[in-house]
């Protein structure tokens, strides 16, 4: 006996309509060839779209709000940090050497200068800088140290010097280029917040502290990593002359002290133990600790008013209560 197989009325009705339907398509695809391209078309548009193009759009995702450039690009358009206005190239045998204040007694210097006030840094950066270092000044002012340094790297280009006031900027930039001093020059300071100047000239300092006064005018702050990542090298050597301010950047110098720092020459101005500091004096004591801890030494020390020792006339101003000082990472 023959079994006749069941048909199941709903699916048969729903197969027809689907065999109708693609005939239908297929009919008018064939009558109108135009049609065809324009839904290739459009069926290619939209198997594009789907969840990577939603979120590619989405402003809030794709960070189109966001400002497209920041610090490490700022620095990197700044003429006078990139060394743009520095000749490329030079012939053999004629490497531009920079001209130093003791040259002329500084009377080529703009913004006249204490000439020989710098003395004991410049003492230092003699004895002690190797000339393959990479370097960071803190505290330019009128660029006389900047250019004993660059001098004795002749002028590589390795060093960059820090100046956040104002006032001596356009000083700083008339004596670099003109005493052919190659250096990364920021106009601004090293630091993690706000940092605005308390005053101008040799004792001028800078506050970072939350306190700022209403209308104070903040200078522009950069990391030391963005500075690294701008200027393409790694930083071995700090010369550190800015009325201690070292105790306000720790969080920017501390871990580059422990990690790849190999020199320190400091000048230890504004002590808490007197002297010409007020207010805000750094407790020289534990920063030293700090760098015996790192794994340096101390391996020269010399008073402001020894003049002998700096080489500065006896009549040049100094601080009884300033010392200087060279640490070396031991071998």
């Given amino acids: 006996m023959r079994v006749i197989p069941t048909v199941d009325s709903k699916k048969f009705v729903t197969v027809l309509l689907l065999s109708v339907t693609v005939l239908l398509v297929t009919v008018l695809l064939l009558s109108r060839p135009a049609l065809g391209p324009a839904l290739a078309r459009n069926m290619k548009h939209h198997m594009r779209e789907g969840p990577p193009d939603e979120l590619t759009k989405d402003a809030l995702f794709n960070s189109s ?13 700044d003429a006078l940090f990139n ?13 531009r050497i920079p001209r130093v204040g003791a040259d002329d007694d500084c009377r080529s210097w703009k913004g006249h200068p204490i000439c020989y006030i710098e003395a004991p840094e410049h003492t230092l950066v003699k004895k002690w800088l190797p000339e393959n270092a990479t370097v960071m000044e803190f505290g330019a002012r009128f660029g006389t ?18 100046e956040p006031d104002r006032q001596v900027w356009g000083l700083l930039e008339n004596n670099i280029k003109s005493h052919d001093c190659h250096a990364h020059v920021l106009r601004g300071a090293i630091s993690s917040t706000p940092l605005h100047m308390l005053g101008s000239g040799y004792g001028g300092r800078s506050d970072n ?24 090298f790694k930083i071995d050597t700090l010369l550190i002359d800015c009325e201690g301010c070292a105790q306000h950047v720790m969080d920017q110098i501390g871990p580059k002290i422990k990690e790849q720092i190999q020199l320190i020459m400091l000048e230890s101005d504004m002590p808490d133990t007197g002297g010409d500091c007020k207010h805000d004096c750094m407790h020289y004591p534990k920063f030293f600790k700090f760098l015996e801890d790192s794994g340096f030494e101390q391996v020269d020390e ?30």
């Fill in 145 to 162: 140290t900047t250019c004993e340094i660059a001098k004795k790297l002749k002028n590589s280009g390795k060093l960059v010097t820090v």
């Fill in 209 to 232: 502290s939350n306190n700022l006064k209403k209308g104070a005018k903040t200078v522009p702050t950069f990391s030391f990593d963005e500075v690294e990542m701008a200027v393409g």
């Fill in 302 to 331: 010399f008073n402001d008013c020894d003049h002998e020792r700096s080489g500065s006339p006896p009549s040049t101003w100094c601080g009884a209560w300033i010392n200087h000082h060279a640490f070396k990472r031991k071998a």
């Fill in 65 to 77: 709000w966001a400002p497209k450039t920041g610090p490490r690009d700022e620095l990197t358009k």
């Fill in 83 to 95: 060394l743009s206005w520095a000749p490329k190239t030079v012939s053999v045998g004629a490497v």
